[in-house]
């Protein structure tokens, strides 16, 4: 079955810094999609991306699809303590947006 | 004024008993959901509701039974609950193709 790999799989950094974390797959999609899972929560959603090299922005985050559409990337500038939990990365599957896949994560730890 | 809420928030049982999680939104989705989340933090969908009728029902044992009593409600019984069971569940929402909206989860331990 489809899957989605994120790297990397963890990240301890110090506030201030850039963050930047991928999520790859063998095949193509149309949707990328980047969750937000705080500690003791469920994910949130931050970024959706619909178009290949589509960038997005929220804040001080940014999100781009991957010109193959078999990729996404996410950026965090100058983060903060509180940007520590697990990233993930989702993509609707079998062309049903109810159907999500998500990848495997990337935990965030930042230090102050 | 929670959007998606789940009741409990943990749950201890032993193997063997039968147990339920609740959902419940506010939020006027006509779509609902069921995800695992397990150890390593994968997270999977297990099923998911439209309009009270089931959309989506993944791999998952016949132990597992979702109920939809309404559009606001879905519920989530185990059976015979083994160790393997052992994972946090995530209730989620959504109006049908749009974001889906996760519940704060449901820790399940079978001891």
């Known amino acids: 079955g489809q899957q989605l790999n994120q790297s990397p799989q963890s990240m301890f950094i110090q506030e201030g810094e850039d963050v930047s974390m991928n999520c790859t797959s063998s095949s193509i999609f149309n949707t990328w999609l980047w969750y937000k899972q705080d500690p003791g929560e469920g994910p949130v959603l931050l970024i959706a991306?619909?178009?290949?090299?589509e960038l997005t922005s929220n804040g001080r985050l940014t999100a781009q699809f991957g010109i193959t559409r078999k990729d996404s990337f996410l950026n965090i500038s100058a983060s903060i303590p509180s940007d520590v939990g697990i990233y993930f990365c989702?993509?609707?599957?079998?062309?049903?947006?109810?159907?999500?896949?998500f990848g495997t994560g990337t935990r965030l730890q930042v230090t102050l | 004024d929670t959007a998606v809420s789940q009741t409990p928030k943990y749950l201890v049982t032993q193997m063997g008993n039968d147990k339920s999680i609740k959902c419940e939104q506010n939020?006027?989705?006509?779509?609902m959901y069921w995800y695992k989340q397990d150890s390593k933090k994968f997270l999977k969908i297990m099923f998911s509701?439209?309009?009270?009728?089931?959309?989506i029902n993944e791999t998952v044992p016949n132990r597992f039974s979702p109920k939809s009593p309404d559009k606001a409600h879905l519920n989530l019984h185990i059976n015979s609950l083994e160790l393997g069971d052992s994972a946090v569940y995530f209730c989620a929402s959504s109006h049908l193709g749009g974001e889906q909206f996760f519940g704060p989860g449901t820790r399940l331990t079978v001891l």
């Open positions: 939020l006027g989705h006509d779509t």
């Open positions: 509701y439209n309009n009270k009728e089931l959309i």
């Open positions: 991306l619909y178009k290949a090299g």
């Open positions: 989702a993509t609707p599957r079998d062309g049903t947006a109810s159907k999500l896949t």
